[in-house]
């Protein structure tokens, strides 16, 4: 079943000032609504602690969970665990835009806030450029051993095949 797209809307305008608590739940078609994504399968529950003062908020994200990922040593799946928080602050501004990683400036007028995006942007920051088994509680690999095996092996070497009309072309050079 899909998000409806109101789901991670926060109508701030209408809270009264101090914390406010939202929880989600992060699932497969979550994903679905972004083109690329680089996950597609996962399982994480997001507390959102949001601080509306006059001239801020503050959004304390803390995700934990899993993420699905391929492996690119030996290609199998594994669930990678998430559990991190992330600070969001909301200034207000003549124009929307984005101050760093961290601070947006939204219009003076707006009512409502989309952390959709923010939430898609944070949990795929969370996988590594080289996705790899992590290791077992003894150091060993945890990638599937019967691959590991194979790419250890040595290749075999086979005699070049010597095609004739390489010997006809180095009869020419001569």
Known sequence: MADSPNTYSIPFA???EGSHRFE????DSFFERFEHAVVHHAQVHVDLDFNKSPSVLTLVFHFKGFIALSCDRCLDDFNMPLDFHQTLMVRFGDEAREE??????????????????HIYEYISLQVPMRVVHPDDPQGRSGCNP?????????????????????EALKKLKK
């Not at 989600?24 to 699932?27: A, H, P, V």
């Not at 939204?106 to 995006?117: M, N, S």
């Not at 290749?155 to 390489?166: A, F, L, Q, V, Y």
């Open 14 to 16: 209408g809270l009264a």
């Open 24 to 27: 989600y739940e992060i699932g």
């Open 100 to 117: 760093s990683d961290d601070i947006i400036v939204i219009p003076h007028g707006e009512l409502v806030l989309d952390v959709a995006q």
């Open 146 to 166: 019967d691959v590991i095996r194979k790419l250890e092996q040595e290749p075999e070497h086979h005699d070049p095949i010597e095609d004739p009309r390489w």
